[in-house]
C-alpha cells in the first residue's frame, strides 16, 4: 500500500470516526457549551455566507446556518478552513443540512450525522457550539435528536414552517416535532428563529428573523459610495464595474430555507393578492374576471375549476398587444402537481378556440356577480427578483412601466411564430414595437434586458407592474 492510498483511508475527514456517538447509528455527540443569560439579551444571528474574516462587525451575534446547503457544503467537505473565521463569534449554531419531509429517510439521518459532526468538530477546535434541531415526520424521531446532551440550549426555525406568500402553515407537523424534541432532550433554553407559535412551551429566546437580516448589519466592508446602488437607490451607471447579485439585493428571504415540506405549505389564496381568489372555487364552475392594462383597457378572463376545487385551465381573450405571439383567445393550463398553480406556456389557437364549457345563462350571472373583484388595489409588484423568475418559469405574463412607457414579458410555449428563444421582451403601445423586442432563453437572461441604459434585474421590483396572469 502506498502512503498515499494509506492517507486516504485512514484520513479522519473519509472516516469520520473520531466523536463519541450516540445510537445504533453512533451519531456524534456535540458536547454541552455553558452560557450566562446575558449572553441571549437581544440576542441577533448572523448567516454563515455573511461571515468574513476582514469584517469586525457583528462578532457578538451568533453563526446560523438556516440556509440553503449548497452555501455551507464547504464546512463538510472542508471544515478547517472555517474554523478561524467562526472563532471570532459568540458562538455557532451547528449546520441545518436540510430534513425535508419528501427526503428519502437514509438522507435524512445522513444529514443529522453531518449536522452533529460539524457541531462536534467545531466544538473540540473551541468553539462554543448550540445544535440546530431539525425533525421530519415520525419516523425521524428515532435519529433526529441524538447527538444533544440533555439540558443542552438548543436552535430550531419556524420560518418555512410559518404561513408565508401563498403557503399556509405547518404548524401540526412542527408542533408535534418540537413536543417530542422537549420530551427527548429537555433543552435549558431553544433559540427560534422567527417568530415562535403561541403553542411553543419552553424557555424560549425568540430572535427576530428581519433584525438578523443584512438590511441591519451595516458592514464595513462595503464602500460607503456604493451603498445607494447596492440597496437600489440609484440605478448603475452604463459603464458601473458593480455586479450586484439578486440574493444579495433581497435579502435572506431568497436564501432561507428549513424543514417541512420541501415545496412549502399547501397553497391558499393570499389576503393580499385578492386575484388569487379565481383559482378556486366549486368543481366545474368557470370563474369569469378581467385585467386591466396600463392604459385601462380591459380583457376578460375565464379559469375553469377542475374536479378537485382548483383551477385547471384558464382562458385570456386578449392577445396582450403581442400578436406575434399570442392568439386572441389563447389558453394556460394549470398543473397543481407541486402544490401551487403552475401556469403552462400559452396555448395559441391560429384557427379559432375550442368552446370553454360552461354552465346556464343565469348560473354565469351569478357566478360573475360572486367573482366580482376590485382590481384597482392589488400589489402586483414584484418584492423580489426571485419572484419575477419563479413568474416566467410558470409561464406569467407581465406589463410594467418605466415612467409613461409600458413593457411586456411574454414566455412563450414553444420555439413557433417566428420566435428564435422562449422570452419575449418589448415596449408596448409604441410605433415600431419590433425594435424593441429581444428574446432571451432564460429568466436570468432577460433580466439584463435594457430600458435606457438600465438593467431590467436591478429595476423590477421597483416598477409598477399593471399586470400579471399569476
Known sequence: MTEENYNYRTSPFLLRNQFDGEGQFKIPIISKAEFAEEDFLDLLLIGFDRTNLQNNNHLQRMVHFFLYDYKFERVWKNPDNAIEKLKRYKAVLSPDFSMYREMN??????????????????????????????????????????????????????????????????????????????????????????????????????VDYELSSWKYQNDDYIPSKYVDYILGKKPLPNDSPIVIKSGYITGDDISFKGMGSAFGGEWRPSPNKPDDQRLIGKPGNINRTKAKNKHGDEYDRETKIGDNGKAQIERHHSDHGNPNSHSNPHDHNIDWNKGFPYFGKQ???????????????????????????????????????????????????????????????????????????????????????????????????????LIDGVRLRDIITKVEVTDRTI
Open 105 to 206: 429517510p437514509t438522507m435524512q439521518m445522513y444529514n443529522t450525522f453531518r449536522n452533529r459532526w460539524c457541531g462536534s468538530y467545531f466544538a473540540s477546535k473551541g468553539i462554543p457550539v448550540i445544535p440546530t434541531i431539525s425533525w421530519g415526520d415520525m419516523n425521524t424521531y428515532d435519529f433526529c435528536f441524538k447527538g444533544v446532551p440533555k439540558g443542552s440550549t438548543v436552535a430550531v426555525t419556524t420560518y418555512m414552517v410559518s404561513e408565508h406568500n401563498n403557503h399556509s402553515d405547518q404548524k401540526e407537523f412542527f408542533l408535534k416535532g418540537y413536543n417530542e424534541m422537549l420530551r427527548q432532550i429537555e433543552p435549558e433554553r431553544i433559540i427560534c428563529y422567527n417568530n415562535p407559535f403561541p403553542e411553543m412551551r419552553g424557555n424560549i429566546v425568540f
Open 347 to 449: 396555448i395559441n389557437y391560429s384557427n379559432g378556440a375550442p368552446e370553454f364549457k360552461n354552465f346556464q345563462t343565469e348560473m354565469m350571472k351569478m357566478e360573475k356577480e360572486y367573482m366580482k373583484i376590485d382590481y384597482s388595489n392589488q400589489d402586483l409588484r414584484f418584492h423580489t427578483i426571485s419572484e419575477f423568475e419563479w413568474c416566467m418559469k410558470q409561464g406569467g405574463e407581465v406589463e410594467f412601466c418605466v415612467g409613461e412607457r409600458a413593457f411586456g414579458v411574454f414566455p412563450l410555449q414553444q420555439k413557433t411564430i417566428n420566435a428564435p428563444s422562449q422570452i419575449l421582451i418589448c415596449e408596448k403601445y409604441v410605433e415600431n414595437q419590433e425594435a424593441t423586442e429581444k428574446w432571451y432563453n432564460t429568466a436570468d437572461e432577460a433580466l439584463e434586458y
